[in-house]
Nanobody, 122 residues
Framework: VQLQASGGGLVQAGGSLRLSCAAS????????MGWFRQAPGKEREFVAS????????YYANSVKGRFTMSRDSAKNTVFLQMNSLKPEDTAVYYC????????????????WGQGTQVTVSS
């Protein structure tokens, strides 16, 4: 399984970005897909996840109402639409995939992509 994250960049507070994670190497209908982030000096934390087959989504409280995770099964790609961005959203964002219904738990995700940097200026 390979995961390729993209879409990061520099944006002003209040702005929007859409991250993409292209997945390959498997059939993903049974997978959980997750987004995690790591800010400088902090541990990596859960952001959002989606159960590919049903589309059920879960969000960290810090992003609920601002971020939306979705998937495009035809393209084997998941997205993270980030609106109303805040400086505290600045981090490297990672996508992950797993068969263990990991939801918010990092260690249950077996595959990780490279990160994409999101920087929100105040």
């Amino acid at each position: 399984v390979q995961l390729q994250a993209s879409g990061g960049g520099l944006v002003q507070a209040g702005g929007s970005l859409r991250l993409s994670c292209a997945a390959s190497g498997s059939t993903f209908s049974s997978y959980d897909m997750g987004w995690f982030r790591q800010a400088p000096g902090k541990e990596r934390e859960f952001v959002a996840s989606i159960w590919w087959s049903l589309g059920n989504t879960y969000y960290a409280n810090s992003v609920k109402g601002r971020f939306t995770m979705s998937r495009d099964s035809a393209k084997n790609t998941v997205f993270l639409q980030m609106n109303s961005l805040k400086p505290e959203d600045t981090a490297v964002y990672y996508c992950a995939a797993g068969l263990n219904r990991g939801a918010t738990i990092q260690r249950l995700y077996e595959y990780w992509g490279q990160g994409t940097q999101v920087t929100v200026s105040s």
